[in-house]
């Protein structure tokens, strides 16, 4: 990236300057500013040009995406989503680095260690498949003779994963196909239930990554890099976190979503059916790590430990307490509610060991006892630096360069680069074209630019979950890789289900057709003519005119094969 930024500051240096001879009188005066600019500039790109251009940098770099590969989870799930949710190889090499105060010399060991700690922790649950066979015979009397069975298929499914950037709760609904076949003397009915995902809700959630930071570049190296807290905790029973006896609304584990009858989701907490307003208290010693709003979690507090554990309490109607505060047990932390994915005011009281959800009865029966400890906590940790470092590391150098030599062109000046790049995008699945050619249709988008946008953010995967962005503190989702707000506001039911889901690749091509829609309109009653208006609708939709010109130059490819 460095070289192309010098590149580029170079061609731009050669116009300006002729310009400055011409017409400007002061133009040393301008030049001597401009040349502490560009030192700083080329300063800047000294340091993070070596991601992509120093060989120490870039052969450490394969070493470590080797070790964090070698250390992924196993994938059990029958629908293999671990995939989905592995540790990006480039956030353990961007801590070791930062750890290290950026030096050079790669610590295989640290790298190892890091990933265990903030490998994805995934929650299972099993499901039977069924089938069930309605199977008749004809006997020699013309009688039909009918027996009934059912075939059994063990499936295992996802339920939750935790990351190191937050929580992934995924949700399935029961669904059935039907198969007939009969003859003159044979029938058989099948009726098969199986599974399908819904959707997955998404809860930031920086306890294991923040740990992880004070623990390596912090706990272990004592070099102060930012401000960490330290509180000691004492241990022993937790309590129920408010006075009173009420009852268990909804238990730890598989139940029918509340929200969405015939789904299925796994309740990582317990529900307490507390009234409205009802004081709701810390249920042992910790420091407050989130106060505010969570997602489906509503108002929610979420209190830290020792020992990796920590306490949930979602749907709040109001929170007193702040981030970065110590309290001990008993203290009231918030009034009981029903915000967020409520159905009705309750208490949702969860414990997370490790990032990893585990049945909070058992704790406050007592069967099990909390820990004393040091609880860490960072109160102004630069977590984005580290993020986009580790983001700088995973990008392909081949977005940039392939784009060196016609960067000039900008909104119809110079020779388009989708007409010169030698692009060799893949393949279109089939059943994707008619999505994207009625879609296209119906929106006014070239059809092939959709495909390449879903090839160029997804390679075509409706289950894809990409990197943490730090600019929107979310992840982008499915093959058309939606921000949850871009989704929310412009999303369309494609296929006509009745649900509307990024993941599902219909529901994600309409919606990716109708945001590049509004976006050609706008442009165009501006007076932008039909090619840049185009241009502009894809530009919003990833911010950077290489993107728009990888997009064209692959929907050129899709045009000319398809």
Known sequence: MGDYFKKYLKRAAKRRILHFLVTNPYFWLIAGFLILISLAVIVTLGIFGAAYGDSTVSANAETAKSIVSSLNPPVISSDKMEEQFFLPWAIPYALQLYAKNWDDTLDKDMIVNITKDLNPVFTYFDYDEVTQVWESIKDKNGNWQTKYYEIRTPRKYISRVSTYSGIYELHYQVQFTENHTETEKYKKYTKTFFLVKTGIDFYPDWTRLDAAIAKYAYIDTRTNNFNVQEYTVKGGQIIKPFDGDYPVTSPFGMREDPKNSGSREFHTGVDFGVPEGTPIKAAADGVIVLAGEYGGYGKAVVIRHANGLSTVYGHLSEIKVKEGEEVNQGKI??????????????????????????????????????????????????????????????????????????????????????????????????????????????????????????????????????????????????????????????????????????????????????????????????????????????????????????????????????
Not at 357 to 369: F, I
Not at 386 to 406: G, P, Q, R, V, Y
Not at 508 to 524: I, M
Not at 528 to 543: E, G, P, Q, T, V
């Open 333 to 562: 932390i918030g009034l009981s509610g029903s915000t967020g994915r409520s159905t009705g005011p309750h208490l949702h009281f969860e414990i997370r060991k490790g990032g990893q959800s585990v049945n909070p009865l058992l704790y406050l029966s007592g069967t099990v006892m909390l820990s004393d400890g040091t609880v860490y906590y960072v109160s102004d940790l630069d977590r984005k630096m580290l993020l986009e470092t580790a983001a700088s590391f995973m990008e392909n150098k081949e977005n940039i360069e392939w784009l060196l030599d016609s960067s000039d062109y900008s909104m119809g000046e110079g020779v388009p680069p989708w007409q010169k790049y030698d692009v060799k995008p893949g393949e279109i699945p089939n059943e994707l074209i008619p999505v994207f050619k009625t879609a296209g249709e119906k929106y006014g988008i070239p059809w092939t630019v959709l495909a390449a946008i879903a090839y160029r953010e997804s390679s075509f995967n409706p289950n894809a979950v990409g990197p943490y962005l730090p600019d929107y503190n979310t992840s982008a989702v499915g093959m058309m890789q939606f921000l949850p707000e871009t989704f929310s506001e412009y999303g369309v039911d494609g296929n006509g289900d009745g649900i509307i889901s990024p993941f599902e690749p219909a529901d994600a091509v309409y919606t990716a057709a109708h945001y590049l829609s509004t976006n050609y309109n706008l442009y165009k009653k501006k007076g932008y003519s039909d090619l840049d208006a185009l241009r502009k609708a894809i530009w919003h939709y990833n911010h950077a005119w290489w993107y728009v010109d990888q997009v064209m130059s692959i929907a050129e490819k899709y045009k000319e094969k398809y």
